[in-house]
């Protein structure tokens, strides 16, 4: 089993500040099949990017993903109030599939 | 549009079983898998399995083998996931959510239900 490990736990930044979210696999058999999601409390979680780098359909693009073998990276450039929330890595190249323990980005 | 409307919560006893549904709308069911993903409160996502609604596949996470059954019903488009022996440490939203066509379980996922708690307590 692939263990994603996200740090840091959380990250306290203010609205306009550029966010670093890192996710780094026990094993590279994940390839670029990284997936990062945002939950807000009380939701279901938000695919944002998948592929490692492609957003999906409606992610704005300050959000952009990097990385592979084992090292990936989110990246939101300047946030707004809505991006503070939790955000969790996904590996899907390797059964069973696993999350990372997500970041929280607090409001600083 | 895609939707997937779980039931409402439950509440079970520590060793009964709970059977959740995941009604699938708006594209063709049996061109999809549905994957069950559940959140303890307070916790990260744990991946449980995945159920091809095309023939019936299913992938369990070892954890849960001989405790979980994923099942389709293509007449009603719902699928449903049945743990057993439940735990009080199997209290948790459990979600239900789709992929993209054809990745036999191992994808992203786009689309997801709203979640329902599992609570189990004596």
């Known amino acids: 089993e692939i263990v994603l490990t996200q740090s840091p736990g959380t990250l306290s930044l203010s609205p306009g500040e550029r966010a670093t979210l890192s996710c780094r696999a026990s094993q590279s058999g994940s390839s670029s099949y990284v997936a990062w999601y945002q939950q807000k409390p009380g939701q279901a979680p938000r695919v944002l990017i998948y592929?490692?780098?492609t957003r999906a359909t409606g992610t704005p693009d300050r959000f952009s993903g990097s990385g592979s073998g084992t090292d990936f990276t989110l990246t939101i450039s300047r946030l707004e109030p809505e991006d503070f929330a939790v955000y969790y890595c996904q590996q899907y190249g390797s059964s069973p599939l696993t999350f990372g323990g997500g970041t929280r980005v607090e409001i600083k | 549009q895609v939707q997937m409307v779980q039931s409402g919560g439950e509440v079970k006893k520590p060793g009964a079983s709970v059977k959740v549904s995941c009604k699938a709308s708006g594209y063709t069911f049996t061109s999809y898998g549905i994957t069950w993903v559940r959140q303890a409160p307070g916790q990260g996502l744990e991946w449980m399995g995945w159920?091809?609604?095309?023939?019936?596949?299913?992938k369990y996470v070892e954890k849960f083998q001989g405790r979980v059954t994923m099942t389709t019903d293509t007449s009603t488009t719902t699928a449903y996931m049945e743990l057993r022996s439940l735990r009080t440490d199997d209290t948790a939203v459990y979600y239900c959510?789709?992929?993209?066509?054809?990745?036999?379980?191992?994808?992203?996922?786009?689309?997801w239900g709203q979640g329902i708690l599992v609570t189990v307590s004596s």
């Open positions: 592929g490692a780098s």
């Open positions: 959510a789709r992929g993209p066509p054809g990745s036999g379980g191992n994808s992203p996922l786009f689309y």
């Open positions: 159920i091809s609604a095309y023939n019936g596949e299913t």
